[in-house]
């Protein structure tokens, strides 16, 4: 239809059908067929044949003068195709863990918006086991964050982000500093403060006396002492005796600080599992392409850094 009325639009401007067929790119019995087809559609003539030429019937205004808002639309259309492929334009909703949040997110953010500054973003605090419904529900396009609970839904694609070692950290002078040898049993006697942890923390952590427990409805490690800011567990961690624990890249300007202390123990299990997260059958946006880039970036940049060394008083142990 669209094709048709484009034909009409041409045979009305230049009121000749050789004219008009040349302007188009068709033959002229091309052009004839397809007005002809458009009156068979409408049941009615459009155009008037005389030897004067071509005019439109009140049938024909008609339809041309719809023929050309539709031309018009179609025209707009295409722009804002455009515009959306060049990131002139676009909305995205981004589902962020808050651990993630509060560190290198506003990076990834940033410099999307320093290359495409007419986006519109949306950064929305998720616990990752609310990602796989604001998903299916449309509330968010992706989601960076534990992958855990995702990697259980085949509608969901996870592309990992590299894993990241976990350090336990204690305030300068815990009684831990003094251990030749430190155990997870002996970090677990002392409280546990940290965000929400995923359920796989449970595994190593539940025995411990003070670390904390699997929450009711098994989505998270539930720590003795939850809090979601990092730097306000730094401060209770300077404070007591509590421990907690974070990345490499969150502890090391502190550590070389001297404002706390790294706790000599290392596990295969401690380390991130983050990922990106989207729907397998929704096609990605331009936008959430070009984050996606820009996570990787940031991600790595923030990450890809050595802990300052720091005397340690005993080897690193697995648990016991």
Request: proline content about 6%; glycine content about 6%; hydrophobic content about 40%.
């Amino acid at each position: 239809m669209l094709r048709l009325l484009e034909c009409a639009l041409a045979l009305d401007k230049h009121r000749n059908f050789a004219r008009a067929a040349q302007h188009i790119g068709v033959s002229q019995p091309t052009l004839t067929r397809s007005i002809q087809e458009l009156e068979r559609q409408f049941g009615a003539t459009l155009f008037d044949r005389s030897r004067r030429g071509v005019e439109p019937t009140p049938f024909g205004t008609i339809v041309l003068n719809s023929a050309r808002r539709v031309s018009l639309d179609i025209a707009e259309l295409k722009r804002e195709i455009a515009l959306l492929k060049g990131l002139n334009l676009g909305e995205l909703t981004i589902g962020v863990g808050p651990v993630v949040a509060q560190t290198w997110m506003g990076d990834a953010v940033g410099g999307l918006l320093a290359k495409h500054p007419m986006l519109r973003l949306r950064v929305l605090d998720l616990d990752w086991w609310d990602i796989r419904d604001a998903l299916h529900e449309r509330r968010i396009d992706l989601a960076i964050g534990e992958s855990q609970e995702a990697t259980e839904d085949p509608d969901i694609v996870v592309e990992p982000l590299p894993h990241r070692s976990v350090c336990f950290y204690c305030r300068i002078g815990h009684p831990l500093q003094r251990l030749k040898k430190v155990t997870i049993r002996d970090i677990g006697e002392h409280p546990l403060v940290a965000p929400k942890l995923p359920r796989r923390a449970n595994e190593f952590l539940a025995e411990g006396k003070a670390t904390g427990q699997l929450a009711r409805g098994g989505h998270y490690f539930e720590p003795r002492i939850e809090c979601q800011n990092l730097d306000a567990i730094i401060r209770i961690v300077r404070a007591s005796d509590a421990v907690s624990i974070a990345t490499a890249a969150k502890l090391g300007p502190i550590v070389a600080a001297r404002e706390i202390a790294l706790i000599p123990f290392q596990a295969p299990w401690l380390r991130t599992n983050y990922a990106v997260i989207h729907l397998r059958e929704r096609t990605l946006a331009p936008a959430a392409v070009a984050f996606c880039a820009e996570v990787a970036k940031a991600e790595r940049r923030y990450n890809e850094v050595a802990l300052p060394s720091q005397k340690r008083t005993g080897k690193s142990s697995g648990p016991r």
